[in-house]
């Protein structure tokens, strides 16, 4: 009797055809994307979506050009923050354009799509089992708009990652090795536990980390115009800051942002910043953009499949 | 999933796909050599395995044999969105339930808007994209129309919208 390897073809199923095809269309899809940059942390609320957004806005400032996709499908921020909430999505001749913010970044966040009042809601067979699912269905929906939106000919493409140390590992298992992960903590011990988590996770695998940024570094004081802690570390800050190595931080680091209530304020009423203005927590994030810009171009150099500069757009 | 028609030891093949009830699917395979059918009937389970990759099971002849996985949470969803989208073919994206103010922000307007006809070439465009994100587009490309007082949606607009709103 024949077993499953003697037949060829699942007699007309095409399931393994269609599971082959739609990563096709994702690398189809990417194929003009330069730069792939997944923005994670493991940790929530530690600022990957402002992070990312700025980082954005910094590097588009520089010419390059920029697309972000907010994979927090369930939390979405981008959408807000960037100013493309109800945004119009427009039917090209294959793909679907992206909405742009006013400096011309483009986004995809599920917030353009599903007001914040509306849970976003992944349906399940039966009640109780909807984490038998839950991942799968988010992922193909991932699959589903990597394939279906027009990416374009652009240099760096940052994905902003939901929480979770496990979901930054499926991540990176999902967008293959060509995704370079930038890695987000604050000085806190707890954050910077489970970001070394995330980092000894993602270390087993291909998928470069081109270091991580510490977030909320001390906080700007525009009265005093100077940086006050933040996060006070009953070891005293020397100790904590001493800790980060041996916690398992052994990745570059690509710079400290302090926390600034106006970028705050900025990103609640969808006002990215153009330019960033001349204060530390701008010159901080136009310094971890340089940086980030920096790393990704040694990761060029090293790779014979990428001879290409970044062009400017 | 294969199946083997022991008696001939020949690989059977797919007929046709019962349309999803009850969360569950009827697939029959024959064989080709003895005209045996036999019958797959899917739990609610088995059907959401698929349906959660986001694939179709069945050959893709327009929507004859070819089904749509899906589970009964998402059925109103997609009927919608395959009306929505005027073609006769399910469509093949398993998301659009996850929008559901969208459909309802459309139906609930107190005041119905001057109606906006599409062009087949602009239908056809407009059925391309997911099916979540088709009731919202085509929601802002029709008040983009009729802000510039055209009762047609035609490639022309699309393309206009796509240059206005620096696409």
């Known amino acids: ?313 | 999933m294969k199946f083997l028609c022991v008696p001939c030891d020949t690989p059977m093949k797919l007929q046709t796909v019962g349309p999803p009830e009850g969360g569950s699917l009827s697939v029959v395979y024959s064989c080709p050599e003895c005209g045996y059918e036999m019958a797959m009937l899917t739990n609610a389970y088995e059907t959401q395995i698929v349906q959660s990759l986001g694939v179709r099971v069945g050959p893709d002849i327009g929507g004859g044999a070819s089904t749509r996985l899906r589970a009964e949470g998402a059925s109103a969803g997609l009927a919608e969105a395959s009306a929505e989208a005027g073609a006769a073919e399910p469509t093949k994206c398993p998301f659009p339930a996850m929008i559901p103010a969208t459909e309802g922000a459309r139906s609930g307007q107190a005041d119905e808007p001057v109606p906006v006809r599409w062009t087949s070439g602009a239908e056809a465009r407009l059925a391309n994209i997911p099916a979540f994100v088709r009731p919202m587009a085509r929601t802002g490309i029709e008040r983009f129309a009729r802000e510039r007082g055209a009762l047609e949606v035609d490639e022309q607009i699309l393309d206009a919208a796509r240059e206005f709103f620096g696409m």
């Open chain 1, 1 to 313: 009797m024949k077993g499953y390897h003697d037949i060829v073809g699942d007699g007309g199923s095409g399931i393994l055809e269609q599971v082959a095809g739609q990563r096709t269309r994702i690398a189809d899809g990417l194929a003009g994307v330069r730069h792939l940059v997944a923005v994670g942390s493991g940790k929530g609320g530690v600022g990957k979506s402002t992070l990312t957004l700025h980082l954005a806005g910094a590097l588009r400032a520089r010419g390059l050009r920029i697309a972000i996709l907010d994979a927090d499908f369930n939390g979405p921020s981008q959408a807000r923050m960037a100013g493309v909430q109800g945004a119009l999505f427009v039917p090209g001749r294959h793909k679907v354009a992206l909405p742009r913010t006013r400096n011309g970044i483009a986004v995809f966040s599920m917030g353009s799509l599903v007001p914040e009042s509306e849970a976003i809601e992944f349906e399940s067979a039966a009640h109780g089992e909807s984490h038998t699912w839950r991942a799968t269905k988010e992922f193909a929906l991932l699959g589903e708009i990597l394939g279906a939106f027009e990416w374009g000919a652009i240099d760096l493409l940052m994905f902003d990652l939901p929480p979770g140390a496990e979901r930054t590992v499926q991540y990176a298992d999902f967008l293959g090795p060509r995704t370079s992960f930038l890695l987000v903590t604050i000085p806190s011990e707890v954050a910077r536990g489970v970001v070394a988590r995330s980092v000894a996770a993602l270390s087993k695998g291909p998928n470069r980390l081109l270091g991580y940024v510490e977030n909320m570094s001390g906080y700007y004081c525009r009265d005093c115009n100077a940086i006050r802690p933040l996060f006070v570390s009953p070891l005293g800050a020397e100790a904590l800051a001493k800790a980060a190595e041996p916690s398992g931080l052994e990745i570059p680091c690509l710079g400290t942002v302090p926390f600034d209530p106006e970028l705050s304020r900025h990103c609640d009423t969808g006002i990215p910043l153009a330019a960033l203005p001349e204060t530390p927590v701008g010159r901080a994030l136009d310094n971890v953009a340089q940086q980030l810009l920096d790393s990704l171009e040694s990761t060029s150099s090293a790779s014979a499949h990428a001879p290409r500069e970044l062009r400017p757009g």
